[in-house]
């Protein structure tokens, strides 16, 4: 099995920053692309941001220019550096991974538990 585990959320400002990260573990052979996504509580699961093998990302419209995805392969962690938030950013933020434990295995698509972010003065 695979586990995601994400940190970061948490209380800011608008106009303040966090960064969100989402560690996998368990048996992973490799991984294929890793986003986030977000939930308001009245509101649908949506991507925020995308990374893909080789290093191509998309990003929502509404948060492109203040967030920011990367990844650390080598330690099967992805990350979401958000700048400048708007209280309109404050969601449940969830990682997602396709990850394929074997060689021979098809890929398998995990959720994180989510982690809680608030933007409020």
């Known amino acids: 099995q695979v586990q995601l585990v994400e940190s970061g959320g948490g209380l800011v400002q608008p106009g303040g920053s966090l960064r969100l990260s989402c560690l996998a573990s368990g048996r992973i052979h490799s991984i294929d692309g890793m986003a986030w996504y977000r939930q308001p509580p009245d509101g649908q699961r949506t991507l925020v941001a995308r990374?893909?093998?080789?290093?191509?990302?998309n990003y929502a419209d509404s948060v492109k220019g203040r967030f920011t995805i990367s990844t650390d392969n080598a330690k099967n962690t992805v990350y979401l550096q958000m700048n400048s938030l708007k209280p309109e950013d404050a969601a449940v933020y969830y990682c997602?991974?396709?990850?394929?434990?074997?060689?021979?295995?098809?890929?398998?698509?995990?959720w994180g538990q989510g982690t809680q972010v608030t933007v409020s003065s």
């Open positions: 997602n991974m396709m990850v394929r434990q074997s060689p021979t295995w098809s890929l398998n698509n995990y």
């Open positions: 990374i893909i093998s080789g290093g191509l990302t």
